[in-house]
């Protein structure tokens, strides 16, 4: 199954996600954008699941949280979390099986740690204390503003401005982060 070309905006909500999984099985997530949510995307006991080109903006907890599961792949999207008790991405102690993390980028405000990685009991602040720490991961992916069009609240458009660091850094050459018809 496939989710694609979808944009959730939610203001007022409890702990979960914008996109919540339990159990998918080979489910692909595509094309979405999610933004001013409490979580972006909560995976628990996913097998198979492929996370490509979304953008999650400002989440007022973490971007991605992976808790089980196995062969997972997280490619070609801008992670960009803004609360002060998250991370961009959180991977549980369980849920490292097959992870496949590559051409993303990671932005987190205000927060402690930007990646928690707890399979090896890690939080780490910055793109480069996660990079030495888990070197299997992310070979191709970065830490920085991605230069949206505009951030306004109620008037978002989270395109890329032209001189954006994620044009043109996609595995296939494209950009990095959701592609939507109309922008």
Same mark, same amino acid.
């Given at each position: 199954?496939?989710?694609?070309?979808?944009?959730?905006?939610?203001?007022?909500?409890?702990?979960?996600?914008?996109?919540?999984?339990?159990?998918?099985?080979?489910?692909?997530?595509? #094309?979405?954008?999610?933004?001013?949510?409490?979580?972006?995307?909560?995976?628990?006991?996913?097998?198979?699941?492929?996370?490509?080109?979304?953008?999650?903006?400002? *989440?007022?907890?973490?971007?991605?949280?992976?808790?089980?599961?196995? #062969?997972?792949?997280?490619?070609?999207?801008?992670?960009?979390?803004?609360?002060?008790?998250?991370?961009?991405?959180?991977?549980?102690?369980?849920?490292?099986?097959?992870? !496949?993390?590559?051409?993303?980028?990671?932005?987190?405000?205000?927060?402690?740690?930007?990646?928690?990685?707890?399979?090896?009991?890690?939080?780490?602040? *910055?793109?480069?204390?996660?990079?030495?720490?888990?070197?299997?991961? #992310? !070979?191709?992916?970065?830490?920085?503003?991605?230069?949206?069009?505009? *951030?306004?609240?109620?008037?978002?458009?989270?395109?890329?401005?032209?001189?954006?660091?994620?044009?043109?850094?996609?595995?296939?050459?494209? #950009?990095?982060?959701?592609?939507?018809?109309?922008?």
């Amino acid at each position: 199954s496939t989710l694609r070309q979808c944009r959730v905006s939610l203001c007022g909500f409890g702990w979960g996600g914008a996109l919540s999984l339990y159990r998918a099985r080979q489910f692909t997530v595509h #094309d979405c954008v999610l933004y001013r949510a409490m979580n972006g995307i909560m995976m628990q006991e996913c097998t198979g699941t492929r996370l490509l080109h979304n953008t999650i903006y400002r *989440t007022r907890a973490h971007g991605i949280i992976i808790n089980g599961g196995e #062969d997972t792949v997280i490619r070609n999207n801008i992670i960009y979390a803004g609360g002060v008790s998250g991370s961009a991405l959180y991977v549980a102690k369980n849920a490292d099986a097959g992870l !496949q993390l590559d051409y993303n980028c990671y932005l987190d405000t205000g927060t402690s740690a930007l990646i928690t990685w707890l399979p090896l009991a890690g939080k780490f602040p *910055t793109f480069w204390d996660y990079r030495l720490a888990v070197r299997e991961q #992310d !070979q191709h992916s970065m830490s920085d503003d991605p230069l949206f069009v505009s *951030t306004v609240q109620g008037q978002e458009d989270l395109t890329l401005r032209p001189e954006s660091p994620c044009r043109g850094r996609a595995d296939d050459g494209g #950009d990095l982060g959701a592609h939507l018809p109309g922008g």
